[in-house]
C-alpha cells in the first residue's frame, strides 16, 4: 500500500484557516487521496477525497498538488470543534475494488486554541 | 437513517471467554471493515469483506475471525481473548469503487473492550 507522511501534531487559532499538509510521493495512478478525522471519543469520519483537480465541500477543501505527490487539506475557518486528529489516506480503485482498503496512519493532531 | 450500528458499546470480559462484537450496516454497502485502535499505534486493520460471502485479513488479523453471510452483517468473534486484545474496535462500511470513481466510508462509535 502506498504510505503518507503527516506532521504529528499542528496548532491553529479559532477563526483562522488551517492548512494540514500530507506527503505521498510513492502515489499511484488509481490512487485517490481521502481525508478522515476522528474527534475525541468518536469513530473517523470522513472529510473529502479527491484524484488530481482540487476539491471543495461544506467542511474543507483539498488542493491536489500538480504531481500528485503530496496534497494539503485546508479547513478555512477552524472552530474548536474542528479540534481532532486528521488522517490522510491513498484509497486504490484498480482492480473493481480488490485492493480497496483504508489504511491508516498515525495522522495529525490539530488543536485549535480559542 | 441508522448507518452503521456497533454492539455492545463496551464490555469487560474474562481472559480465555468467547466473544462476537456486531456491526450492522443499512447501507447495502459491499466493503465492510474491522479496525482495533490502541493508543500511541492508531487504527489497525483486522479484517475487510468486499462482498457478502468473501473476507479478508488485514494487518493484524490473528486471534480474530470473521463471516459476511450477507450484506448487512460482518460479525467479529474472538474465540479466546487474550489482554492484549483489550482495545477499541471500530466497523466501517464503504461502497466499491463506481467504474474509476473513490468513493467515502462509513463507521461506527466503536467497542470498548477490555479483557481481565
Known amino acids: 500500500d502506498a504510505k503518507t507522511t503527516q506532521p504529528n501534531s499542528m496548532e491553529s487559532n479559532e477563526e483562522e484557516p488551517v492548512h494540514l499538509p500530507c506527503n505521498h510521493s510513492?502515489?499511484?495512478?488509481?490512487?485517490?487521496i481521502h481525508w478522515y478525522r476522528q474527534l475525541p471519543s468518536q469513530g473517523p469520519e470522513y472529510v473529502i477525497h479527491g484524484l488530481t483537480s482540487n476539491v471543495n465541500n461544506r467542511m474543507a477543501s483539498l488542493a491536489i498538488a500538480e504531481d500528485r505527490k503530496s496534497s494539503t487539506l485546508i479547513l478555512h475557518r477552524a472552530t474548536l470543534r474542528d479540534a481532532a486528529v486528521y488522517y490522510c489516506i491513498l484509497r486504490d480503485v484498480s482492480g473493481g475494488g480488490s485492493n480497496y482498503k483504508l489504511t491508516f496512519g498515525k495522522g495529525t493532531l490539530l488543536t485549535v486554541n480559542p | 437513517i441508522a448507518g452503521i450500528t456497533q454492539a455492545p458499546t463496551s464490555q469487560i470480559l474474562a481472559a480465555g471467554r468467547r466473544m462476537t462484537l456486531r456491526c450492522t450496516q443499512d447501507?447495502?454497502?459491499?466493503?465492510m471493515y474491522w479496525y482495533r485502535q490502541d493508543l500511541g499505534l492508531g487504527l489497525r486493520l483486522i479484517h475487510y469483506?468486499?462482498?457478502?460471502?468473501?473476507?479478508g485479513k488485514g494487518e493484524v488479523p490473528d486471534g480474530y475471525s470473521v463471516s459476511r453471510a450477507n450484506t448487512d452483517d460482518f460479525p467479529l468473534t474472538l474465540a479466546s481473548a487474550v489482554p492484549s486484545q483489550t482495545s477499541v474496535y471500530f466497523c466501517a462500511s464503504s461502497p466499491l469503487p463506481r467504474g474509476q470513481a473513490s468513493t467515502e466510508a462509513f463507521f461506527g462509535q466503536g467497542t470498548r473492550l477490555t479483557v481481565v
Open positions: 510513492t502515489i499511484s495512478g488509481t490512487d485517490y
Open positions: 469483506s468486499n462482498t457478502a460471502g468473501t473476507t
Open positions: 447501507m447495502r454497502h459491499n466493503a
